[in-house]
């Protein structure tokens, strides 16, 4: 997955419609300012999922993917809200891997270890089918969409995911490197999905919307790396050309945009041929005190109303909604690649 020698691009046939997904890191509360810990493993937040439903995915039709983790899948109050709507055509289920979590607990709990790509491989397939094994037994389905928790991708991860039965992985960031903190790299990848052959299949990878705005977004790479050195972080040189409007580095996510951001994100990525965009977010901020991005009521109402928003502004703007199973399969159906069975 991390290599680009067995990569080819996935588009969508010309004319049609750019498709936008949202996919929700569906995980256990957790002090994000704290060492990660295996006993924070409260799932309260999952009763609040329904509300964004209610206000705006039912009224415009978008069937989101929750990728849950193992605290989300084998807590029964938790995969009773989940399964309720899954079961009504309202949601997928997907998998999210928090190894620190999930068994076996055969690791120390490190910081190095929280990116399940830098697990011995046996350990993190381990994780893979334990996990994998628990939502098929909770939700009556075996999930064919997996996000790695913290993005952590490894050497082997898509070989792992492809034999468990995944057609789907959703971990890559465009534009970004984790090496600083012991994680991936994906300065080589852009923001098109593309299909990864594997020995057991071929995945589709659907990248998290990551890129560049602005006048000067065709050098984005580089000036990014530029902003990044010592002197050039002293100077502020990345707020320097953000607030100057000649270069902004935006994700597609309302816990790190605003609905103006994210606009701008999705003109610019259009303009330059991006069909396919993934809104994402953690299921945590949907109730106050649990993120660092939803803090108060009056945050979460502006939370609310910013996926409201942007969304209702896609579809205006010619926009279609599908679902990851829904999108994997049309695009296999163009290409010949394996659909899930």
Known sequence: ?????NHTTARLAAGERPVLLVIIDTEEEFDWGQPFDRSSVGTSSIAAQPLMHERVYDRMGIVPTYMIDWPVATTPASVAVLRDLMEAGRCEIGTHLHPWVSPPYDEDVTHFNSYAGN???QLEFDKLRMITEAITTSFGRAPVGFKAGRYGLGPHTADSIASLGYR????VVPYSSFQDDGGPDF????EHPYWCATGAATLLELPVTTGYAGWLRSHGPALYELAQKPWARKARLGGVLARSGALERIRLSPEQANGAEM??????LLADGCQVFSLTYHSPSMVPGHTPYVRTAADLERFITMVHDYCAWFRDAGGQFMSVSQL???????????SPA
Do not use: N
């Open 1 to 5: 997955m991390l290599g680009t020698s």
């Open 119 to 121: 697990l011995p491989r």
């Open 168 to 171: 789907v992985d959703a971990s």
């Open 187 to 190: 300065r080589a990848f852009d």
């Open 263 to 268: 606009r701008r994100l999705t003109q610019a």
């Open 328 to 338: 994997q399969a049309h695009l296999a159906a163009q290409t010949g690649a394996a």
